[in-house]
Structures are given as structure tokens and as C-alpha cells.
């Protein structure tokens, strides 16, 4: 009896990991290469701590999309609709936390997403951690850090027709994010340059969103167009994971798709790694350089978060309709 509870412990473990990984925004192996990567664009002052750490860095690259399970404020930290501002969503609203919160209030702007201000406050977090010296909250932040870096970079992050719900194209979020990098970014060219210092990291976070918006449309056409002239019966496949049937799309699907998006995956990714080792990089300049060998000796691999990351139960998650 014990035998066959321990199994079935075990199997709802997997299954649930498996979930969020469908689940989760770039999915489990873009986020985690990206902030693996991100640690070879370090200066040398900086690179011994973060290859030290990197083990660290990459397992929990996901924390954040877990913390969905059990933080009902978590989802609005990962997006922004910005469409959802008007015509002119850039210039109506307020750059500034304060400033917006006057204008709409907390919660049409958490209604809409925050990941610029929360690309911000993670890089003060990790900042304060820097200069304070305490490696578990420079490691949490840095990985966070990462996780919301990237999915500023996703353009269906950046709009309310955030899963083609508007345009009869349902699907489309996890097929841009999660299926086409799990098939091709084995082909991918990641060495991106030097992280460099970032002066205004709140600008700069806009920056990366109002580039990511600007491919939105390109997104959504180039898919539309794609499905009118593909075969219907070849659209998708099944695919099996961990014992179960999936539907996906096809890989003559995703291969036609991916290459009428004219290498915009890769950019994307390419762009998420030399981002988060800026900010990073930033974070400690701005933190006074702060000698950092006293947290080389420390192991990481026992490091546990304060914050209750752990998928319950009944594995169901906070936030939008793609995720569920």
C-alpha cells in the first residue's frame, strides 16, 4: 500500500511538472537557457559568482511562473496589455508607477499587467540584495529577474488578444512561446555580445515592451495567413508525454510558420539573454561593485526560497486562459 501511494505521489509530481511546462511563459527550457546563457555575457568581475550559481540560476528560471499556483497576483507580473490603453498606448500611459496609478488606479492596471514596473522592482530588489551581500535573495531576484526580462520580450505578452481569442487563432500563445523554441532552437546562434550597463532600467524595460508589441501584428497575420493556404488535416499532430496524447501543432505546421517569421524566435531569445545579463550586471554596479568571492564558497544547491512556490493539489493556476 505505502509502495502504491509513494507511486502515485510520484506520477502527480511528473504530471504536474509536465503542466507547467505547457503551461509556463517561453516554457521550461527557453527560461532556463536564457538565464544560463545570460551568465556568459558577464564581465570578469562578475562571471565567477553567476557560473558559480548557474546550476541555481536555471532550475529555478521558473519560479515565478509556479508561484501562479499560490499567489493570485503573481499572472499580472508577466505581461502587459498595452493595446488596452488606446490607440496611443505609449504616450497615454504614465511610464512611472505612481504616475499611472493616479491616472487608472491599481486595479485596471493590474487587470491589464505590470511586467515593466515589475522588471523594475525586481532590479531594485536585486540591487538592495547586492548591497546587502545576501546570496539566497540575489540569487531568487537574479533568476526572477530573468523570468520577467524574457516575457517582455514575447509579443503576445504585450497585448490583450493575448492568445488569439480575438481573432479565431486560440493556441497561438503557447505555439509561438513553447512549441516552436522545443523544436527549433537547437539552430539558434546565442553568443550575443557583452552585458552592458543599463542607466535607466524603468526605460529600458518600456523599451523592450514597445518593441515586443510592434511584432504583434506580424504574429497574428503571418499565422492567419499560413492556416488559409496549409492543409487543415495536417495542422496538428499528437504527440505523447509522459504517457499522455497531446495534440500539437505539426512539425510541417510549426517548420512553415517559423520560417515565414523570418528568424523572429530567435531574435527574441537572442535579445532576452544579453537583457537579463545587463540588468544583472547593472543591478551590481548600481549595488557599489560589491566584492562578491565571500558567496563564492557558499553552495547553492540547499538554498531554499521564502516565497511558497509548490504546485497544490489541484494543479490549477492563477491568470489567463492560455495558462489553464
Known sequence: MKRILL???????????????????????????????AVF???????????????????HAVD?????????????????????????????LPKHWSEAVSKYGEDTLNSHG????????????????????????ILRYSADLGHYIADAHVPLHTTHNYNG??????????????????????QYNFIVGRARYVAD???????????????????????????????????????NRLRTLERVYSRSYSTAYHRSLGGMVER??????????????????????PDLKNLLKIDSRHLVNPEKDSIPPNGKAFGREEWQ
Not at 480575438?166 to 512549441?179: C, D, K, M, P, Y
Open 165 to 186: 481569442q480575438l481573432t479565431n487563432q486560440v493556441g497561438i500563445h503557447a505555439f509561438w512561446e513553447s512549441r516552436l523554441p522545443e523544436l527549433f532552437a537547437h
Open 268 to 289: 527574441q531569445m537572442r535579445k532576452s539573454i544579453l537583457a537579463t545579463g545587463s540588468f544583472w550586471y547593472s543591478a551590481w554596479i548600481d549595488a557599489g561593485q
Open 114 to 137: 505590470i511586467v515593466p514596473w515589475q522588471i523594475d522592482r525586481t532590479y531594485r530588489l536585486l540591487t538592495k540584495a547586492f548591497s546587502d551581500g545576501e546570496l539566497s535573495k
Open 41 to 59: 555575457t558577464l564581465p570578469s568581475q562578475l562571471a565567477p559568482f553567476y557560473k558559480k550559481h548557474l546550476l541555481y540560476l536555471s532550475e
Open 201 to 239: 532600467p524603468l526605460d529600458e524595460a518600456w523599451r523592450i515592451v514597445q518593441q515586443s508589441f510592434l511584432l504583434v501584428d506580424s504574429v497574428l497575420t503571418l499565422e492567419s495567413t499560413l492556416n488559409d493556404r496549409h492543409p487543415k488535416e495536417k495542422k496538428y499532430t499528437y504527440e
Open 64 to 92: 515565478a511562473d509556479k508561484r501562479r499556483y499560490a499567489n493570485e497576483y503573481e499572472a499580472a507580473r508577466h505581461y502587459i496589455d498595452i493595446d488596452a490603453y488606446g490607440s496611443h498606448p505609449f504616450d497615454s
Open 7 to 37: 507511486m502515485n505521489r510520484i506520477l502527480t509530481f511528473l504530471l504536474a511538472c509536465t503542466t507547467i511546462f505547457f503551461l509556463s511563459s517561453w516554457g521550461f527550457y527557453a527560461h532556463r537557457e536564457i538565464n544560463r546563457l
